[in-house]
């Protein structure tokens, strides 16, 4: 299990965020270092899991939503998502999405739970103002997992 600490800064690069709480005041986004690796396994989980045992003691910190939308704002050489794709079970997904983790350009990241949370909120949510600081903090999680991509993934499925 990953020791945890509040942070106010934006993280530094090779940090990566893993949750997302909108459920509950204060809002906030848990971040994980991935130590210069990129998620390789089917899920974006399984990656995590082998990380956290690979670096025992891994640590994490914990940020407001505004330092998510600051990190995603600082000038990068990040790429716009080239395609998300949306399934349903037993559908050939996960044989599209290693299909795409083959070619060496490709960052994929299946089921990845920042973006789960994000968008089950967004459907669920009546409140039109809120929808849209959703839609900006997906927004940003994606650009935050371009940012700390490797210098030779330039596409984010």
């Known amino acids: 299990m990953a020791k945890e600490s509040s942070w106010r800064a934006v993280p530094p690069r090779g940090w990566v965020p893993t949750e997302v709480h909108f459920d509950r005041a204060p809002f906030y986004v848990k971040w994980e270092d991935l130590h210069g690796q990129l998620p390789s396994e089917p899920f974006f989980k399984q990656s995590l899991d082998r990380l956290r045992k690979e670096f025992k003691g891994t640590f994490a910190i914990r940020t407001d939503i505004k330092t998510l939308l600051n990190a995603a704002a600082l000038p990068t050489s990040a790429v716009e998502p080239a395609g998300i794709i949306f399934h349903l079970s037993r559908c050939g997904s996960t044989?599209?999405?290693?299909?795409?983790?083959?070619?060496?350009?490709?960052?994929?990241?299946?089921?990845?739970?920042?973006?789960?949370?994000?968008?089950?909120?967004?459907?669920?949510?009546?409140?039109?103002?809120?929808?849209?600081?959703?839609?900006?903090?997906l927004k940003a999680v994606a650009t935050t997992f371009a940012y700390h991509r490797s210098a030779v993934a330039n596409k984010l499925y």
Do not use: H, K, Q, Y
């Not at 060496?104 to 039109?128: G, H, K, Q, W, Y």
């Open 95 to 137: 044989l599209v999405a290693n299909c795409l983790r083959a070619a060496t350009e490709a960052l994929v990241l299946s089921e990845a739970d920042p973006f789960l949370d994000l968008l089950l909120l967004s459907v669920f949510e009546p409140d039109r103002r809120r929808c849209d600081e959703i839609e900006e903090s």
